[in-house]
């Protein structure tokens, strides 16, 4: 946790070192910082270009937060549904047992099954047919 403390976003921390997502969003010029919200009890990750805390109004980061932390309970209850709230170090994991569930059911095994199938659906109807199109154009786009 660091010193920094934003009227919407809450307390700022920071991490040591750049997640395998950190590094994927970077390589679309996206930046990276963390925020624990007021009443949360785990910080969110905000990527964004730009200045984070100046491209965008209250109203529309209390949207964000509002969006990310109603999925983020139902995708990840072990972390952002835990029963205490993050310290001043934090230290995420799945194995956290001290949470509460939600009333949402949500399969985890059924999503990675539909990952594949949602793939396999893009590949055959939209990435094989339109193949040529998508590399002339992803070749006129810079990272």
Not at 113 to 141: D, M, R, S
Request: hydrophobic share 35%; proline share 5%; charged share 20%.
């Amino acid at each position: 946790r660091t010193g920094n403390q934003h009227p919407v976003l809450g307390v700022e921390y920071q991490q040591n070192e750049l997640s395998s997502t950190d590094r994927y969003f970077a390589k679309m010029g996206m930046q990276v910082r963390f925020f624990m919200p007021p009443n949360s009890v785990a910080p969110l990750a905000f990527y964004f270009h730009g200045d984070l805390l100046g491209d965008y109004t209250n109203l529309e980061l209390i949207g964000t937060i509002s969006t990310m932390e109603t999925f983020q309970k139902i995708y990840r209850p072990e972390i952002y549904n835990a029963n205490s709230a993050a310290g001043k170090l934090y230290q995420p994991s799945l194995k956290h047992q001290d949470y509460s569930l939600t009333q949402i059911v949500y399969d985890r095994e059924e999503r990675s099954q539909l990952a594949v199938k949602q793939g396999k659906f893009a590949q055959e109807h939209f990435i094989k047919p339109y193949g040529n199109v998508l590399e002339q154009w992803a070749a006129t786009c810079a990272l």
